[in-house]
């Protein structure tokens, strides 16, 4: 079931949204700083109740929710206490415990010394990994992520597109992201939502959004590298290069126009 958003107010910083997140896709929100990004998915999650407006949602969906800053979601001693503390909640017995515990951290490329550690003394890209792990142990129907690559290098980051989608694909996750890093947003999403001072101002395949250049920049929206290259390769060589998400397919296609 898709999660819709019917006229969502939100004191001041949420402003009559409409919105529908699809199912089975990942969904980047973008937007300036203070824009409502976080906000919108704290309503979502529920840990905010709307001022106005409905949210549907199906009660049967099991949503987690990873926030920007991940030591605020550590309470206990060690890693794995915290990873079990998570699980415990269904009941699950000691050996699947484990077994779960095992599996979320291969699936984040977490190194199993970690788990005696204190998670507040982890390095910052180990804490975000943590977080994820958190939330994929519990096996949600809905991931809902806040800058889950902020402060990771470009590895950790090449990692997380990758297994984000591959849960995706695999496992018919419903994924809704918040973030800054446009680049991440323009590899990894399938749906764009762009807002800004608690309103949407554009939505759709990221294809659309990302190519209203004038627009997202208007609003304080960057554009990713490789559609600003394409564009202006448009606007001052009269090259159409189309649409590409990685650098090297765009290559091939500057090399292909130079045979030509």
């Known amino acids: 079931m898709e999660i819709e958003l019917k006229n969502i107010s939100y004191r001041k910083i949420i402003k009559k949204v409409n919105v529908t997140i699809p199912t089975s896709k990942i969904t980047c929100i973008i937007g300036p700083i203070g824009s409502g990004k976080t906000t919108l998915l704290e309503l979502i999650k529920g840990i905010k109740t709307p001022t106005s407006g409905s949210i549907l949602i199906d009660e049967n ?3 987690s929710f990873t926030k920007q800053f991940p030591e605020e979601q550590f309470f206990y001693k060690t890693v794995r206490e915290e ?3 998570n699980l415990k909640i269904f009941n699950y017995n000691e050996e699947k415990i484990n077994k779960k515990i095992i599996d979320s951290f291969k699936m984040v490329q977490m190194k199993e010394e ?3 550690k204190d998670p507040l003394t982890l390095k910052r890209d180990d804490m975000k990994k943590l977080s994820l792990a958190l939330s994929l142990c519990i ?3 809905v991931l809902i992520l806040d800058e889950p690559v902020s402060n990771m ?3 950790d980051k090449q990692n997380v597109i990758k297994l984000l989608k591959t849960i995706k694909r695999k496992y ?3 994924i809704i992201i918040a973030t800054n890093d446009i680049e991440f947003a323009h590899l990894i999403s399938d749906y764009v939502i762009a807002i800004n001072n608690g309103q949407i101002i554009l939505e759709g395949d990221k294809y659309k959004v990302f ?4 627009l997202l920049k208007e609003n304080n929206i960057s554009i990713p590298k490789i559609i600003e290259f394409e564009s202006i390769a ?3 060589k009269k090259i159409k290069l189309g649409y590409r998400d990685e650098i090297n397919d765009l290559i091939k296609d500057i090399l292909r126009k130079k045979e030509v």
Request: hydrophobic residues 25%.
């Open 114 to 116: 970690l788990l005696s």
């Open 153 to 155: 290098n470009y590895l």
């Open 172 to 174: 018919n996750k419903t």
């Open 61 to 63: 969906q099991k949503i």
């Open 139 to 141: 096996n949600p129907s």
């Open 211 to 214: 190519k209203e250049y004038d």
């Open 83 to 85: 990873l079990e503390k």
């Open 234 to 236: 448009l606007r001052e």
